[in-house]
């Protein structure tokens, strides 16, 4: 990896706005390669457009001899996805095998990278709970960067198999190693409901949308193959959730209709009160913020960390540091 920054292939110019809508029009105007499973992707978004073009090509293990898998809108972009169009990724996430993540931490760390939570604090809750290392952001170039080693909280009781999602990545451009489609669809289905915001569900939904159609059109052998997947990451209840919002609201071709529970009911709520500002509209959404943050984490340990925070803010208003 060297001295240089090599987990920022999509952050060539980044930090300024011109240089976001730069990158923008490349995504979309560039001609796009084979998709995942060599389907051809016609003129989905590519990284061959200048936005990339003077990205640094180094090894994915940064030196490390592990593997680095893209994730978010950088895997949807160097995939040659349609859920790359239009979108600049802000920030650049990656994942690697837990047992490599001390490791890449210090290459990151060698080439310029800082934690943007010092609290020490905040480096227990990552380091403990979560499933990434706190945030990081460039000394230099700025441009922030969450590194992953699964995808939800262990503490939430995930047990994503992180190894078959190394096993059935391809290679992709500077080393970096991109999931299969299905795992890219499973991931985004487990954050669909998980942040609460309405931002985020709004944009979940359209990258779902957009990787769902992605899928060959033979529904039936898609579906199956996404299904037993589910079934190995234990997402089944996730994907189901997410095929019917998606259906419901996008109209996503190819799926079969999928049986409501609370939840889904909860969200479909939330959606259709966009832009009110009743009493039930309020309600909804504290009932989603408030199951967001019980996916992170069980009750005991949701309750201590919120006492620690609002104590914190009591004794120290002029900080935000805290996490949560």
Not at 159 to 174: F, K, N, Q, T
Not at 273 to 300: F, W, Y
Request: charged content about 20%.
């Amino acid at each position: 990896m060297g001295r240089h920054a090599w987990p920022c292939p999509a952050r060539t110019g980044s930090g300024h706005p011109r240089a976001a809508g730069h990158r923008r029009r490349a995504y979309s105007a560039a001609p796009g390669p084979a998709g995942p499973g060599g389907r051809p992707d016609g003129g989905r978004a590519s990284p061959s457009g200048g936005g990339l073009a003077g990205a640094p090509r180094r090894p994915g293990s940064g030196g490390t001899g592990a593997p680095v898998l893209l994730l978010k809108g950088t895997a949807y972009l160097l995939g040659g996805l349609d859920a790359a169009q239009g979108r600049d990724p802000g920030d650049l996430d990656i994942l690697t095998p837990r047992a490599a993540l001390d490791a890449v931490e210090q290459r990151l760390l060698a080439a310029g990278w800082r934690f943007a939570k010092t609290d020490a604090y905040d480096q227990h809750y990552y380091r403990a709970w979560m499933h990434e290392l706190p945030p990081m952001s460039h000394a230099v170039r700025g441009g922030e960067l969450d590194v992953h080693h699964t995808w939800l909280p262990p503490v939430s009781g995930a047990r994503i198999d992180i190894e078959a999602v190394v096993a059935d990545s391809r290679e992709g451009l500077y080393g970096y190693r991109l999931p299969c489609l299905e795992d890219l669809i499973l991931h985004s289905a487990a954050h669909l409901f998980a942040d609460g915001a309405m931002e985020a569900l709004v944009r979940g939904l359209w990258d779902l949308d957009r990787l769902l159609r992605a899928l060959p059109s033979d529904d039936a052998a898609s579906r199956a193959r996404l299904e037993r997947r589910a079934e190995r990451h234990r997402l089944q209840r996730p994907l189901a959730r997410a095929l019917r919002a998606c259906a419901k609201y996008l109209g996503t071709p190819c799926l079969a209709p999928v049986a409501g529970d609370p939840l889904a009911a909860l969200v479909e709520a939330r959606l259709t009160s966009a832009g009110q500002r009743g009493l039930n509209a309020r309600a909804t959404q504290t009932a989603l913020l408030a199951r967001a943050h019980l996916i992170k984490m069980p009750v005991p340990l949701l309750v201590r960390h919120s006492i620690i925070k609002g104590w914190h803010t009591l004794r120290h208003p002029e900080t935000q540091s805290l996490v949560g």
